[in-house]
């Protein structure tokens, strides 16, 4: 019985979605006045006999039952008004125009019903504990996001909110137990729909545990979505960050052994400079940041010109390439850079800080030249 159910399951979606590239095809390619009408029609006229049945057992898409009948009676009125005289004329365009309008419909009527679908699975995965089960909620996730950076649709998003997929993401972000891939992706999904409406997830996103969650798991990823962030929030999270003590335990992930999570910790860290108050860039300051990215500068150079023994050169002449490969080259001058043409300091509180950076990069370099050259990278690369 679950194998009959699951292939008029099966056939139900590969009709729908027949009709939905049908119904994009119409639009794209509407009726004109040098084709037979018959002809653009025929795949929905062929799918509808198909189609009857099933439908009509499916209170979900009576509506799409509906919008067929409507195609076709109009179908049938266009073939009535094939003359020349102007009233015939002008009636071919109405209708044309209505045939349109139902294709529009028919198209959002079938999203709506995969997108009833999609939350459906998602909320029914997600909620699963077996282990088994892992694949597919890394599976479901990728798809959802998929769907959600399609851009916005209020019909969608009342779908999310209410099944309360933000909570269900939430609560499988902070669980210790679930699968880091999991939350990595989760992770990924909460970022996307903060990119699908700020207006809405923000809010989720600044009042409850997301943040703390992302810093503690110190994934690659979650790092990473962290900097998503930062960027999409900008100042109510870099303020979040500073207020609950976090900004110390990203400045922290700069001594991880996976030069992965450094890298993105260093975006992180370029964002709360561009978006950071006094208060942030002080705590910053004070976890050492100055002094561990002099030392990260310092070994990446070492490694530059040990690396085989070839120099800088050879990688500048791809500069995404060098920038991937060295995440940390210039980066004292590139955190002045981004303090200096960041939006919440004052002019005199941007001087202050860039001598304070200057007078820690004298006392943490190992050398002379070292000071020269970082210092030379400071005041070169930036303005006062």
Same mark, same amino acid.
């Given at each position: 019985m679950d194998q009959t159910s699951n292939q008029v399951n099966q056939h139900l979606l590969s009709l729908l979605k027949s009709f939905q590239k049908a119904s994009k095809d119409l639009q794209k390619n509407p009726i004109s006045s040098t084709q037979e009408p018959q002809s653009t029609i025929d795949p929905f006229l062929d799918l509808e006999?198909?189609?009857?049945?099933i439908f009509n057992n499916d209170p979900n898409l009576f509506k799409l039952s509906q919008l067929l009948c409507n195609l076709k009676s109009l179908l049938e009125k266009l073939l009535k008004y094939q003359g020349y005289r102007l009233p015939c004329i002008l009636r071919r365009q109405i209708i044309?125009?209505?045939?349109?309008?139902?294709?529009?419909?028919i198209e959002s009527d079938i999203q709506a019903y995969f997108d009833r679908e999609s939350v459906q699975n998602l909320v029914g995965t997600l909620e699963g504990s077996a282990?088994?089960?892992?694949?597919?909620?890394?599976?479901?996730?990728?798809?959802? !996001?998929?769907? $959600?950076?399609? #851009?916005?649709?209020?019909?969608?998003?009342? /779908?999310?909110?209410?099944? %309360?997929?933000?909570?269900?993401?939430?609560?499988?972000?902070?669980?210790?137990?679930?699968?880091i891939r999991v939350r990595d992706q989760v992770a990924l999904v909460i970022a996307s729909l903060v990119r699908f409406n700020k207006d809405v997830f923000v809010g989720l996103v600044l009042m409850g545990p997301t943040v703390r969650a992302l810093i503690s798991m110190s994934s690659c990823c979650s790092i990473r979505v962290l900097s998503l962030l930062i960027k999409f929030i900008r100042i109510p999270l870099v303020d979040e960050l500073e207020a609950h003590?976090?900004?110390?335990?990203?400045?922290?992930?700069?001594?991880?052994?996976?030069?992965?999570?450094?890298?993105?910790?260093?975006?992180?860290?370029?964002?709360?400079?561009?978006?950071?108050?006094?208060?942030?860039? !002080?705590?910053? $300051?004070?976890? #050492?940041?100055?002094?561990?990215?002099?030392? /990260?500068?310092?070994?990446? %150079?070492?490694?530059n010109v040990d690396d085989n023994g070839t120099s800088n050169e050879e990688m500048e002449s791809n500069e995404e390439d060098y920038m991937s490969n060295c995440p940390f080259e210039g980066c004292v001058a590139r955190f002045t850079m981004q303090l200096e043409s960041g939006e919440m300091l004052s002019k005199k509180e941007k001087i202050e800080f860039k001598l304070e950076i200057l007078r820690r990069v004298r006392e943490a370099s190992v050398s002379e030249a070292e000071i020269a050259s970082i210092v030379a990278e400071v005041l070169w690369g930036s303005s006062p």
């Amino acid at each position: 019985m679950d194998q009959t159910s699951n292939q008029v399951n099966q056939h139900l979606l590969s009709l729908l979605k027949s009709f939905q590239k049908a119904s994009k095809d119409l639009q794209k390619n509407p009726i004109s006045s040098t084709q037979e009408p018959q002809s653009t029609i025929d795949p929905f006229l062929d799918l509808e006999k198909d189609a009857n049945l099933i439908f009509n057992n499916d209170p979900n898409l009576f509506k799409l039952s509906q919008l067929l009948c409507n195609l076709k009676s109009l179908l049938e009125k266009l073939l009535k008004y094939q003359g020349y005289r102007l009233p015939c004329i002008l009636r071919r365009q109405i209708i044309k125009y209505k045939i349109y309008q139902v294709a529009c419909a028919i198209e959002s009527d079938i999203q709506a019903y995969f997108d009833r679908e999609s939350v459906q699975n998602l909320v029914g995965t997600l909620e699963g504990s077996a282990d088994e089960d892992e694949d597919e909620k890394v599976k479901v996730l990728v798809e959802f !996001e998929k769907r $959600l950076s399609r #851009g916005f649709d209020f019909h969608f998003q009342d /779908l999310i909110l209410k099944a %309360k997929i933000f909570s269900i993401l939430e609560h499988l972000l902070c669980d210790s137990s679930c699968l880091i891939r999991v939350r990595d992706q989760v992770a990924l999904v909460i970022a996307s729909l903060v990119r699908f409406n700020k207006d809405v997830f923000v809010g989720l996103v600044l009042m409850g545990p997301t943040v703390r969650a992302l810093i503690s798991m110190s994934s690659c990823c979650s790092i990473r979505v962290l900097s998503l962030l930062i960027k999409f929030i900008r100042i109510p999270l870099v303020d979040e960050l500073e207020a609950h003590k976090e900004i110390p335990r990203i400045i922290s992930l700069l001594s991880s052994e996976n030069v992965a999570i450094q890298a993105e910790a260093m975006d992180c860290i370029l964002g709360i400079a561009y978006y950071g108050r006094r208060e942030a860039i !002080e705590a910053m $300051l004070e976890a #050492g940041l100055v002094e561990k990215l002099v030392k /990260l500068q310092g070994l990446e %150079k070492q490694s530059n010109v040990d690396d085989n023994g070839t120099s800088n050169e050879e990688m500048e002449s791809n500069e995404e390439d060098y920038m991937s490969n060295c995440p940390f080259e210039g980066c004292v001058a590139r955190f002045t850079m981004q303090l200096e043409s960041g939006e919440m300091l004052s002019k005199k509180e941007k001087i202050e800080f860039k001598l304070e950076i200057l007078r820690r990069v004298r006392e943490a370099s190992v050398s002379e030249a070292e000071i020269a050259s970082i210092v030379a990278e400071v005041l070169w690369g930036s303005s006062p």
